[in-house]
Each structure stands twice: as C-alpha cells, then as structure tokens.
C-alpha cells in the first residue's frame, strides 16, 4: 500500500478555514474558480497578497446582509482599514456612487489592494480614505455608516455619529468592554450580549427601527451584526447603476 498522499499547496480535501489569519495569495487563487461576484473578488484580494483571509469573509458576508436592508447613498466604513468592506458595498449596489473609509491609519497595503481591485472593476468608484478619526469627519444623513469590529467603545462612537446625523448604520461590534454591561440583564446572559443589547435599545430610543443578524460563526466569534434606520429616512439622489 502507498503511503497517503502529503497535501501540499491547493489541494480540495484540505479544510480551508475563512477564520484564518494567513493573508490571501496567488496560491489560493484556485480556491475562487468561479464566475460569481464573490469569487470574482476573491481573486482580486489574492492577487493584492495582503489581507487576512477572514477579512475577505467578513466584509462579504457583512456587505451582504447590509445591503439587503440599505441602498444607495455614500458608504462611510468607520476603522475600515483596507477598504475592503467600503468596495464590497459599492460592488453589490451600483446607486452608491463613493465610499469612504475614515481611519487614522490605514495599512500601506491598502493601495495594493485597491489597484488589484481597480484592475478587476475599473468602472467601480475608487474607494477614498479620509485622514483622521471619526471625531474630525461629518456624516451626512443620507450616508450609510459601517464599521466592521470597531474595537470597544469606538462601536458606540460610531452609532452615536451615525444617529447624531440620522443616517443609516450598521455594525458588528467586537472586543467589549465588560464595566459597560447593563447589571440587570448579566445574571441571565453573558456581559458581550447584554452590552450589545443595549446598543440596540439606545438605537430604539433615538427613533430608530433597529434589525439584528449574525455571520456565520465559522468566520468569527464576534459575528453579531447590528443595524438600523430612522422609520422615515431622508430622500437620497440615486445614479445610474454602473456595468460590471
């Protein structure tokens, strides 16, 4: 009998984890065979060989669920880092016609990133990166605010911008801070959950008609998505969806 078969490079009975933080590259391109927009950007993020292959999945799957619910208007990705989710949300909905990612320090690797992405989609916006922190950028209330694991408070700060300004906000929240979790509700449910209750229950109090959802666990532990708008949103100038 021969010996089993080492897997070495791509090989398809290899389990491929989108948790991992092993960054994306030529080598994975295989992976995204495909001719779907998912795959299509998962191509673009391997030939940049820069990201996190979790971030690859939670941009999409949390651009995904936005956009179900939010359409049209400018993107603002709070601490969004490369931009990934920014383009994801630009590529499913053609009617925003920019994006935004306002983060005080973006990784250098960014513009490999969007010049793999740009080669790919070279009539899709660019994504653009605003200098400084969230404190020094006016949100519009036509905007929709994402932030994908804006680390502790910063998640609050963004959903207090966000309905300061009436525009539509989504979040996935990350790294809590325990000594803000509401007493009453941490002797039934774990201090992460309670806090993120009452984000949703804030949101509700400043007139907002708020949704709750998850990604799937399989990327993150942290993949409880919230989101919300005000029950009468402002009219929004729409463009002409563009060709892929």
């Known amino acids: 009998m021969s010996p089993p078969r080492r897997p070495t490079g791509y090989d398809r009975r290899v389990p491929f984890d989108p948790s991992s ?14 001719d779907g927009l998912f795959d299509r950007l998962g191509r673009a993020v391997c030939r940049a060989g820069c990201l996190p292959r979790k971030e690859l999945y939670e941009a999409w799957e ?3 669920r936005v956009r179900r619910r939010f359409r049209s208007g400018r993107v603002v990705d709070v601490a969004g880092g490369h931009g990934l989710l920014a383009f994801a949300m630009l590529l499913l909905d053609r009617t925003s016609v920019d994006a935004i990612v306002v983060d005080p320090c973006p990784p250098p690797s960014a513009l ?14 660019r994504v653009q990166f605003a200098g400084g922190g969230l404190d020094a950028f006016t949100i519009d209330a036509a905007d929709i605010v ?9 998640t609050d700060r963004v959903l207090d911008a966000a309905a300061a300004a009436g525009a539509r906000v989504a979040v996935m ?12 509700l941490t002797g ?8 993120d209750i009452a984000r949703a229950q804030a949101l509700e109090r400043c007139g907002y008609t708020v949704w ?22 402002p009219r929004m100038k729409t463009a002409a969806a563009a060709v892929v």
Do not use: Y
């Open 188 to 195: 039934w449910i774990d201090r992460a959950l309670a806090i």
């Open 212 to 233: 709750t959802q998850a990604i799937p666990p399989a990327i993150t532990p942290k993949h409880r998505l919230l989101g919300g708008s005000l029950a009468q949103p």
């Open 146 to 154: 994402v932030s994908c694991h804006a680390c502790g408070a910063l």
């Open 62 to 64: 949390m651009a995904r």
């Open 112 to 125: 490999a990133l969007h010049q793999a992405l740009a080669a790919e989609w070279p009539r899709v916006p």
């Open 21 to 34: 933080k092993n960054r994306l590259t030529a080598h994975d391109l295989r992976r995204f065979a495909g």
């Open 173 to 184: 929240p990350c790294c809590h801070h325990f000594a803000a979790a509401p007493p009453a």
